[in-house]
């Protein structure tokens, strides 16, 4: 086997030290630092678009919140204003009733008043309504004048029965 | 008449290309320094093209440095990534300052083993001078490194933790050999597997020319053998380096 022959071995000693040794100086001052500078900005890259990332996150979280509260304080504003407008409503509703319903009481009295007086001045017209029947009656059928008088207190009389 | 010329063939065709041909060390630039002979040869050519290759490809991987990686930038940024991954999950942190020397012995047996699968090429991984050189020199720096780091509490690696002192008799030779064995196995595998891979390939590459028709059966075998070689060429060279890190790991953190 050529590989046991013993003249080749300082050669290839020598041969692979010098470039070993520049394979070595090539890396060390190329390929290495180059990779390096590469992978180290991209991991920066990574690092900065996360932390921007990161950033806008806690700037949405914060507009959510932000945008929560005011949903809730314009919820409660409302709700608020829909009350004090519907006591104000009820208020005005109730003034209203009230006095409609007093009207309305006055007119009624007022009605019942007028039907009373109404009712009074009937009866008080029943008497003399009753005495000119009962003359003009006796006075048909009988032929007869009767004095007003006398028929005015029959007629009282028979009333009170 | 045909019977003899089978046998005529074949010896012509391993004659042609012998199976061990292509793991000879020839000279193309014949230099001596001091009297030792270190010519310029085709291994040297294959070690000079895999620098030469390496340093392009990361040169023009990297050129754009593109914050989104095109195809070229994103392959040199996964064996980046591979190794530097590979250090954390087995040595951890403190290893990170090892990472230019790893990643240099990887990328360097990595495209060694790839440009062996080059036809006419040469694999100088399936030397044992070389895997042995770079064995031998990982092992004495890890074992410096452990040195370095926890001074004379490093002979406790070859005596664990808690065990009785009755074993030390048996226990201390048994964990020398196996620390002093990790240069050998480490050079031995992959130069074995560069080595048998390629020979396979060359011999059943053989048969496809002396079976004549029937020579499409060794063709299947030789073009699944190939992907074979291909993926035993990255793996070797994962294995390589893991074994590294793994002896780079015992020497910073001990076990």
Known sequence: ?????????????????????????????????????????????????LEQAEKLKAETEAAIAAYEAALAEARAKAHEEIKAVTEAAAKVAEAKNAEVIERVAKQIKDGENRIAKSRDEALSHVREVAVSVATDMVTKLVGLSLDDAKVGDAVTASMKD | MAEELVPALEESVFDLHPPMHQFEVRSIVPIEIGGVDVSFTNSALLMCIAVGLAGLFFWFATAHRSVVPGRLQSVAELMYEFIANMIRDNVGTAGMKYFPYIFTLFVFVFVGNMLGMLPYSFTFTSHI?????????????????????????????FFPHGAPLLTAPLLIPIELISYLSRPFSLSVRLFANMTVGHIMLKVLAGFVILMGVAGVVPFAVVLGITVLEFFIAALQAYVFTILTCIYLNDAINMH
């Open chain 2, 129 to 157: 001078a070389v895997t042995a050189a770079l064995a031998v020199v990982i092992f004495i720096t890890v074992t410096i490194i452990g040195f370095a780091r926890h001074g004379t509490h490093y002979f406790g690696m």
């Open chain 1, 1 to 49: 086997m050529p590989q046991f022959d013993p003249s080749s071995f300082p050669s290839q000693f020598f041969w692979l030290a010098i470039t070993i040794v520049a394979l070595y100086f090539v890396m060390t001052r190329m390929a290495i630092p180059r990779l390096a500078n590469v992978l180290e900005q991209r991991q920066k890259l990574i690092d900065d678009d």
